[in-house]
């Protein structure tokens, strides 16, 4: 059997808008209903301890003596929209291999993009905003700097051995290290 509710008092909330009706279930005992616009929203139940509840930013308290407090959080600003920087073409390049190409765009001042094509296939984008860019495929090498100068090379043919070769060692090649910004 639940207990018997007694209407205690009604308390405006820190929006100006919500209400909190504040009931007594028994000793130590209050539920809050919270509405706005004449619709509830939820009830908070404090049986000894504080209840706490929040809804779009109001923040709800219903202590065990039957006292509601609220507040409301500061909204953060919003941060401005940034200007979508327009990509304009400057370039269209053949690259070392002379089956690849690379478009050159420029976005603003030491920021330029390009984006690699092989066989008409996109592989990458390089992004050049104030440092170097570099990329690699399959040997191929591409450099973007930040002024839109764009350089790329080919990796030395490995050697192959033929059957007059009588040499026992085989040299490995130099590993190369390839570093990308973004």
Not at 94 to 99: F, G, I, P, S, Y
Request: glycine fraction near 8%.
């Amino acid at each position: 059997m639940r207990a018997l509710r007694t209407l205690v008092k009604t308390v405006r909330l820190a929006d100006k808008l919500s209400v909190a009706k504040v009931y007594t279930t028994g000793k130590h005992r209050f539920e809050a209903e919270i509405w706005a616009k004449g619709k509830k929203f939820g009830t908070l139940v404090a049986k000894g301890k504080p209840a706490h509840g929040q809804n779009n930013g109001l923040h709800v308290t219903l202590h065990p003596n039957g006292r509601v407090t609220s507040w409301v959080e500061r909204a953060e600003p919003k941060p401005k929209p940034q200007p979508v920087a327009k990509r304009v073409l400057v370039v269209t390049r053949t690259l070392a291999d002379d089956a690849s190409t690379a478009k050159v765009y420029k976005l603003g001042p030491n920021h330029y993009e390009a984006d690699i094509y092989a066989d008409g296939t996109k592989l990458d984008t390089l992004v050049a905003k104030g440092r170097s860019a570099c990329g690699q495929d399959n040997g191929l090498h591409v450099a973007l700097q930040p002024d839109g100068q764009l350089t790329s090379w080919v990796d030395d043919a490995p050697k192959t051995e033929t059957a007059n070769d009588t040499s026992d060692t085989v040299t490995p090649a130099e590993p190369t290290v390839v570093v990308r910004t973004n």
